[in-house]
């Protein structure tokens, strides 16, 4: 073998791997995740919970370390560190994110999607193997420029070391997030939460609701086709809120909102203001035909589930109806009952949580049958004991890049003098 050879075969094998290599252990990871999903049907992470998590976590960066100060110099360290591995392993992440995108994250029908578990892609193993490869790349970024420090590194530190806390947290803590559902019944008390297994927890504390509000729009009026029930278009608008003395074109028609009653009971061919359970909105309209100056007064409503709907027919081929009141806010009235006896008040609201011992309620929903009638509020109680440490990562962030536009300054500052 000539010296030039032996050269060449040296330098392959000391180098780093380039985009090809790289791209290929990628792949690679990528297809022995899925196989790792069609044979088993254990979630990669979810399984792992709080002391594991730790334990996990811990091994994990002594290993990094460990791998870095004793082979520092190697093929698989130095190639982790450059640039290739890195953009391989974001580019691969990408995929697996517009995947993601691409395919709804719910249960699916198709036996392929299912087996594959490219309806679960974050608990999915071809999408771990990646982004223990992407955080490895991290990782070893990070050791080397601290092992190489300069105070020049220090925003590029923050920056990196942010990410890698932020992610490590988010992907060893999936495990110990906690997710359920609480059902309560007004002047009722409940500890019995259920997750999306149908899994029962007994609370520490108890959730007693005192009242369950819904508060409505107006409903609208509007016209629809009598064979196929669809809702037909006038002059580009679907419907109109019913606003009494208002009044609406359509064709030849003109329909004039003559008395709107909020809650309201049918009697015989007309409607009563009635605050019993189940009472729905009625409106009294009047009806012209313009062309021959005929007028019909009438009323309809839309129902509820104690009432039935009633419609006008405005000619053999349209109806007038009303819709379903579009839901303007709902919230529960509660009380969480302590151990200790203590009774919290707090007012849930839609997209205004409560902290309570690590728990985060939300206002997730009601007996959506009954509508406003509900007597029933649904809360979702959340607890991730690792999010603070996602804030964390992403506050180092946020110093990192300060501190690189603030040096930055500077030394455009002493560039311009």
């Not at 790792?36 to 002594?62: D, R």
């Not at 990094?64 to 190639?79: A, D, H, P």
């Not at 302590?338 to 409560?354: F, H």
């Amino acid at each position: 073998m000539s010296n030039q050879n032996v050269k060449t075969h040296r330098n392959f094998w000391e180098s780093p791997w380039g985009y090809a290599e790289s791209f290929f252990i990628g792949i690679g990871l990528i297809l022995s995740g899925f196989a790792i999903e069609v044979v088993t049907t254990n979630s990669s992470l979810e399984s792992i919970v709080f002391p594991y998590s730790i334990y996990l976590l811990v091994g994990y960066i002594l290993l990094l370390i460990t791998f870095y100060i004793s082979g520092r110099n190697t093929l698989v360290v130095q190639w982790l560190i450059k640039i290739p591995a890195s953009i391989t392993s974001i580019v691969l992440i990408t995929l697996l994110v517009m995947i993601m995108g691409i395919i709804p994250q719910t249960t699916s029908d198709s036996e392929f999607i299912s087996s594959f578990g490219l309806n679960r892609i974050t608990s999915n193993w071809a999408f771990l193997f990646i982004l223990v490869f992407f955080l490895s790349c991290l990782g070893m970024v990070i050791i080397n420029r601290i092992a190489l420090f300069k105070w020049s590194d220090v925003g590029f530190v923050l920056n990196h070391l942010g990410l890698f806390i932020a992610l490590i947290a988010g992907t060893f803590g999936i495990g110990d997030l906690q997710r359920m559902v609480i059902e309560v019944n007004e002047n009722q008390a409940n500890f019995i939460a259920v997750d999306k297994y149908k899994n029962e927890f007994d609370l520490d504390f108890a959730i007693y609701l005192e009242d369950f509000v819904r508060e409505e729009y107006n409903p609208k009026i509007a016209i629809v086709d009598n064979n196929d029930g669809q809702i037909i278009s006038n002059n580009g608008i679907n419907s109109y809120l019913i606003i009494e003395g208002n009044t609406y074109s359509f064709k030849n028609y003109s329909i004039e909102i003559m008395d709107y009653l909020e809650s309201a009971a049918r009697f015989g061919d007309s409607y009563h203001r009635n605050n019993e359970i189940g009472s729905p909105p009625a409106v009294k309209i009047k009806v012209t035909n313009n062309d021959i100056g005929d007028q019909s007064v009438d009323w309809i409503s839309c129902g509820s589930f104690t009432q039935q709907y009633l419609s006008y027919k405005l000619n053999a081929y349209y109806s007038i109806v009303m819709t379903i009141p579009e839901v303007k806010k709902f919230e529960s009235n509660i009380q969480i009952l302590t151990k200790d006896g203590e009774r919290i008040p707090v007012k849930l609201e839609v997209n205004k949580p409560y902290t309570y011992e690590g728990w985060k309620l939300y206002q997730y929903g009601y007996d959506e049958t009954k509508a406003k009638w509900s007597t029933k509020s649904i809360i979702e109680l959340v607890r991730d004991p690792w999010l603070p440490f996602v804030y964390l990562g992403i506050f180092m962030m946020i110093l990192g890049s300060v501190y690189i536009f603030w040096v930055g300054s500077k030394i455009s500052g002493r560039e311009v003098k």
